[in-house]
Each structure stands twice: as C-alpha cells, then as structure tokens.
C-alpha cells in the first residue's frame, strides 16, 4: 500500500540521518551513539517531548540517560550545527543564491518536565525567563 511505502521511506531516511549524524557523539572513551539514536527514536515517536515520555516508547529507554546525553554528554555541538549546514545545502539549493532563514520562537515553561528548559532570553517577553527556544523556518 502507499502507507506502507511511505512508512518504509520515511524509516530509511531515519537510519540515514543516524549514520551521517552518530559518528558526532564518539568521543574518547566515550561513545553516546547508541543513546542518540535512541534519543531520536523516542523523539519521534513519543506524544510529548519529555525524557520520561521518550524513555517510555523506546526499548531501552532510561530518562536519567537521556537527561545526561542532552546536559553532560562529552560531545561538542559545533560538528553537529556544520553537519546541519552540510545537509541543508545539499537538500536546498547549495546555489549561491540560496538561503534557509531561520527564526527563533521561545515558550515560556516551569518544571523540569521538558528538553530544553532553562532561564534564557525570551523574545516573546524581551528578556529572561524559564523556558525553550526553538528555531523556526
């Protein structure tokens, strides 16, 4: 059935990202890619975007694990951010007049419940506060 196609497209285009993405979170001593692609896949599929709602939905999911990967995992980001470049390039354009704008969009939050979460700027109330920031197209 075209579901069905669908389905398979979009979890061959999954394995695809975590191959061009896991080898980011190697690190000396440390290899965190399992736990990414876990992070990932409870990313997806989870209803809301918790650690425990993650944990839940993913085999072998651990809330405290997905806590420390996003908080005091040894991996740098900057590789990461250049990878996101790399992709969007490639998958928009890669012209010299091509662009991708991005914006962000802060949401004020209390609690501990979700990724992201703490006291930075809040452009929604021109200063700081408890919150997230996302980016925006």
């Keep these: 059935t075209a579901e069905r196609i669908l389905v398979d497209c979009i979890a061959d285009a999954f394995v695809g990202f975590i191959e061009r993405y896991g080898r980011f979170f190697r690190s000396r001593g440390h290899d965190n890619a399992a736990v990414a692609k ?3 896949h409870g990313l997806a599929q989870a209803a809301t975007a918790t650690f425990a709602a993650m944990a839940a939905v993913v085999e072998d999911g651990c809330e405290q694990q997905f806590q420390h990967f996003i908080s005091n995992a040894p991996w740098r980001h900057e590789p990461v951010i250049d990878q996101i470049g790399r992709d969007a390039d490639r998958l928009l354009g890669g012209r010299a007049d091509s662009a991708l704008l991005l914006d962000e969009s802060s949401f004020v939050k209390h609690g501990d419940c979700s990724v992201g979460v703490a006291r930075q700027w ?16």
């Design 38 to 40: 876990r992070y990932l």
């Design 122 to 137: 809040c452009g929604r109330l021109g200063g700081g506060s408890q919150g997230s920031v996302h980016a925006s197209e």
